[in-house]
């Protein structure tokens, strides 16, 4: 599986925006997608995933109520829509996938995209 992720930008604080993550292969719907963010300087964390059949969405709580993972299987693609942003949001966004089951683990997961950076000014 390859991932593009896209959607990446400039937002003033409240703002919204939504990311894509695009994948390629015949398998993806077998596949849990999630996204990680990296902020200037730290570790990269866990966002949000959901899982191969899109019936479960796992959040971190930093953005529970907030930002909304979707997939569309058809279209091989899942979004994050991420609405109320706030400063602290501000960082490289990355999606990832792996076989089946849902994970907020970074390591335990085998494919990712490039990132794409979200800047959210006060």
Do not use: H
């Not at 596949?31 to 899982?51: D, I, L, M, S």
């Amino acid at each position: 599986v390859q991932l593009q992720a896209s959607g990446g930008g400039l937002v003033q604080a409240g703002g919204s925006l939504r990311l894509s993550c695009a994948a390629s292969g015949r398998t993806f719907s077998q596949y849990a997608v999630g996204w990680f963010r990296q902020a200037p300087g730290k570790e990269r964390v866990f966002v949000a995933v959901r899982n191969w059949n899109a019936d479960i969405a796992i959040y971190d709580e930093s953005v529970k109520g907030r930002f909304t993972i979707d997939r569309d299987n058809a279209k091989t693609t899942v979004y994050l829509q991420m609405n109320s942003l706030k400063p602290e949001d501000t960082a490289v966004y990355y999606c990832a996938a792996r076989r089946w089951a849902s994970s907020t683990f970074e390591r335990e997961y085998d494919f990712w995209g490039q990132g794409t950076l979200v800047t959210v000014s006060s």
